[in-house]
Structures are given as C-alpha cells and as structure tokens.
C-alpha cells in the first residue's frame, strides 16, 4: 500500500490524471490495451472531466483503451445517478474511445442478470491465447479506480454486504443503504487482482473512517475498503488530518 497526501482536491485530481496517463501508456506499451475500470461518485468526476481536457485526454492512445465500471447503479443508462451516464458526461463523449471498447453494466436489467452478464464479459475480456482467464494468473485490470464512501464502502461493497467475502463470484449484485439501493458491484477478489487499485479520497468528512481503515484494527466486514490489498492512496490533507504520521 501507499499513501500520497496532497495539499487540496484539484492537487489530488491532477496526480490522479497522470497516473491515469501512465497506466495506460505502461499497459498499451506491454500488451497493446488497457484495461480500466472507472469509479462512480462525485470525487471521480474532476479526474474525468480533466482527462477529457486537451494537453490530458490527447496524451492516451484512446482506440486500444477498453472501458470497464467497477459498479453501477441499477437505473437506466440515462440516468443521472448512472455510473455510465457520469462518465459519458464529462469524459467518453470527449475523447475517441471505440464505442465497441466502451463496457457498460447494464444497470436498467435485473441485477442479478446484470451481474452474470457482465462477468461473462469480463472472462471474454480476460481470455488470452494462454487460455482461459484465471484471477491468480494474469487475468486482471490494468487499473481500477475506487472511491470510499463515509461508511467506509468502496466499490458498491457496503459493510455488512455478502460481497465483503465473496471468493468466487466477480460481478454480484448487492444493496446499497443509500438510493439508488440496487447495484452491481465488482468484487474484491476482481478488484483485488488488478494490476493497480488506485483510492482517490478527499474531504474532512472522511477523515475518521480513513484513520479507521487505514490505522485501525481489520474488519472488512464493517469497513470494506480494508477488503482491497496494496492499494495506492491519493488524498487531501483534509481527508488524511486524522492519520498518525
Ligand atoms: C459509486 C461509487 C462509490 C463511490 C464512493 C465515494 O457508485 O458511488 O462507486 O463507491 O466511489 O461512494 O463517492 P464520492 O466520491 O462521491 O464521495
């Protein structure tokens, strides 16, 4: 794990723009594609609309990126609180990534057969001439973006949610205690195979559940962030005034 503490928002928005950058540059120079899974919430929302913005966005080589969420909400695609919706908004309809690359959870289906569908998808995604993908051996996202909630939930992995502990499943549906309740989630151990787990956390708010997940005893169970290992922390002094140095 690491942790970078930066002095305001838009300090850890920019660093978060150019690990974006150089993830993508990393994965597409290795194996000719990067795999990204993006965060839902307000916090991402800068990262994206920064990446869309000339001297940013035109340093990927967006027709070998393939877009993945890490969650959705179960609405339609057009919806405000959509994932999906957020992300075309300020980003995917600024920069041309193949509409073909572009993965969306389809979140106006059933959330049980919105997850199934989307793990297929994945284990299409991660199938290689090596054979069929296997979390333990290379099958996994280049990045994946993560936020925290204030009750410590990353991901739409809500403590007490059976996804806390799911070994097997990578996609499941779960239930938020805040509306919209129905969401599709990636699990840790999707989440926790990816190359780079990047948490973008910020604001006073949080500052005592990031003390707790980061400095407290481990119990994923109420804090599910703690679910996610070796993960790189940006964050505002704001949000990390708690932490002992
Ligand atoms: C979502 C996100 C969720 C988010 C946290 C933090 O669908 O809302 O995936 O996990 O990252 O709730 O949200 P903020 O960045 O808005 O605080």
Redesign the pocket.
Known sequence: MSVEIFPDPRAVTTAAVEAVVESAARAIDAAGRFLVAL???????AVFQQLAAPGYGDRIEWEAVHVFW????CVPPSDPSS?FAMATETLLNHVEARPGHVHRIRGEDDPESAAGAYERLLRRAFTTPEGPPRLDAGSRFDLIL?????DG?????FPGSPAVRETQRWVMPTESPLPPRR?V?LTPPLINAAAEKLF????EA?SAVLARVLQGPTDPDILPAQAIQDARWLLDADVASRLES
């Not at 973008?200 to 604001?203: A, E, N, S, Y």
């Open positions: 965060s839902g919430g307000s916090t991402p929302r890490g969650d959705e909400r994932n993560l936020g925290m909630g204030e939930h990353t991901a739409s992995v969401r989630t973008l956390v910020t604001g949080k």
